[in-house]
């Protein structure tokens, strides 16, 4: 009875180790094939005809590649589901004139965005493409973008964006975000129905008024080692033009005031001594979009450099993470936190904003890990940090005292820097502050119950109002 007790394990034994054999072939065989099944092309009309298709593997051949013609308002529409396009050393030079087309078909979703390349389907990578915009005409709108995301598990991998063709250049905002003259060129969308999508090594250069990378209802979306930069301006220079844009209107920026990070005179002049990004924010997130939320979004290992904003979270409406990150020389905040985001290990500058902001009284428990970067040699600013709402905890340090100029300052309950949209009132209680720095800490009428450690001296503007 035992022998056969044995035989049997041994019979059972060999069944198990050969079906475990079979699956293991069956298992490589998708690479050797998926290898041998990969589609390679040479011309753009050759990739349009497997934008539409599943479950391919497509390499376009190295080259420039020109797009001055399209049927419908998204250009190229990526449609198929689980796909791999190669476009390593490919160029794609896109003709602004599309963007101010009437004749194009609309889209099927309701949007009247203008962009170069869609991507609706699911399970789809796109890598290495270089995509630019010449011509510098304006769209019809401020709308006109590069990549629109709205599809499932979509990533972006190595792609480089330059953008151009945006009016009236030269200005940001100081003439408006949007309608009346305002026609933007953004870079990169991922909105509504996008979920799981991963931006990862992505580079985005900003030549026009717009944001780089922006979501809009999007959930699950990872944005990692991607890096942004803009152009800075100064009023000198606006105001130095003897023709264009500015000098017509006898430089009146129409409304006075703080606009974006930058101060114009109370009748709408524009001021000598200030700074402007000529583009917006760098990383941004919108609350929602058409009542779908903006949900679950993680930034890490990411640049920006001469933005209005550089990562801009605060306007979300879940808890966002940004970590590893790094935002210098810009103009209205280098981060704007948001209700509940965790922020580790980032730093940021403070040359021509505050290095952070917590601008609305509403916003709770906040995490802040930021490091001071050099913030010597800038204008129009001495914020270090700006902090309202409640319940956050706040760690600031530098590696050089001296890279923090004395006359800064960390404000709580504070309507200066990009709070200063706050008509409803500010207020912070429960902040707990470390702060590592030699920067004074000034606690405004509003603050309640601060737990401040500082090395800098803490002022209790309360008492002195008093």
């Known amino acids: 009875m035992k022998s056969k007790l044995t035989y049997h394990l041994i019979i059972w034994s060999a069944v198990i180790f050969l079906a475990v054999c079979s699956s293991c072939e069956t298992k490589a065989q998708p690479d050797s094939t998926a290898e041998s ?53 490919c160029r794609f030079m896109v003709d602004t004139k599309l963007f101010g087309r009437t004749d194009l078909q609309a889209a099927g979703d309701g949007n009247s965005m203008y962009c170069v390349i869609e991507i609706s389907g699911s399970n789809v990578t796109l890598e290495g493409l270089y995509i630019e915009t010449y011509g510098d005409q304006a769209g019809r709108q401020s709308k006109n973008k590069i990549f629109n995301i709205a599809g499932t598990d979509i990533t972006l991998k190595n792609v480089e964006l330059r953008t151009a063709g945006s009016s009236p250049w030269g200005y940001g905002y100081l003439y408006g975000l949007g309608g009346g003259d305002v026609r933007k060129m953004n870079g990169i969308r991922v909105g509504y129905p996008a979920k799981n999508t991963k931006l990862i090594g ?39 033009e003897t023709s264009g844009y500015g000098f017509d209107r006898d430089f009146f920026a129409g409304k006075g005031g703080y606009i974006e990070g ?26 929602e979009y058409k009542g779908h939320s903006t949900q679950n979004t993680t930034v890490k290992n990411c640049t920006v450099f001469q933005m209005r904003r550089g990562i801009c979270t605060g306007l979300g409406s879940s808890a966002d993470k940004v ?40 916003t709770k428990n906040a995490y802040i890990e930021m490091d001071i970067l050099d913030s010597r040699n800038g204008m129009a600013n001495n914020l270090l940090a700006a902090i ?58 509003g603050t309640t119950n601060p737990m401040v450690e500082s090395n800098g001296e803490v002022i209790n503007q309360q008492l002195q109002s008093n």
């Open 37 to 89: 099944s990969v589609i390679e092309i040479e011309t753009l009309d050759d990739f349009k005809n497997y934008i539409g298709r599943d479950n391919v593997t497509v390499k376009l051949k190295p080259g420039n590649y020109q797009i001055d013609q399209a049927e419908n308002i998204r250009f190229v529409q990526i449609t198929g589901n689980n796909s791999y396009f190669d476009l390593t050393g």
């Open 202 to 240: 992505c580079k985005v250069h900003m030549r026009a008024m717009g944001h780089a990378i922006f979501l809009q209802g999007a959930e699950n979306t990872l944005i990692d080692d991607c890096h942004v930069d803009g152009l800075l301006r100064t009023t000198e220079a606006i105001l130095a």
């Open 262 to 287: 930058t101060t114009v005179a109370d009748d709408g002049k524009i001021l000598p001594g200030e700074i402007i990004s000529l583009s917006e924010d760098g990383i941004r997130i919108y609350p």
């Open 323 to 362: 970590m590893n990150c790094r935002a210098t020389s810009c103009v209205a905040a280098g981060f704007n936190v948001g209700n509940n985001d965790t922020i580790i290990n980032c730093s940021a500058d403070a040359k021509y904003a505050e290095a952070f902001c917590v601008t609305n009284r509403n």
């Open 388 to 445: 309202n709402g409640t319940g956050h905890h706040v760690v600031i340090k530098t590696s050089n005292p001296s890279f923090i100029p004395e006359s800064f300052v960390i404000e709580l309950s504070t309507r200066n820097g990009y709070a200063y949209y706050q008509r409803s009132g500010v207020a912070a209680a429960n902040i707990k502050l470390d702060n590592q720095t030699n920067t004074n800490v000034l606690l405004f009428p």
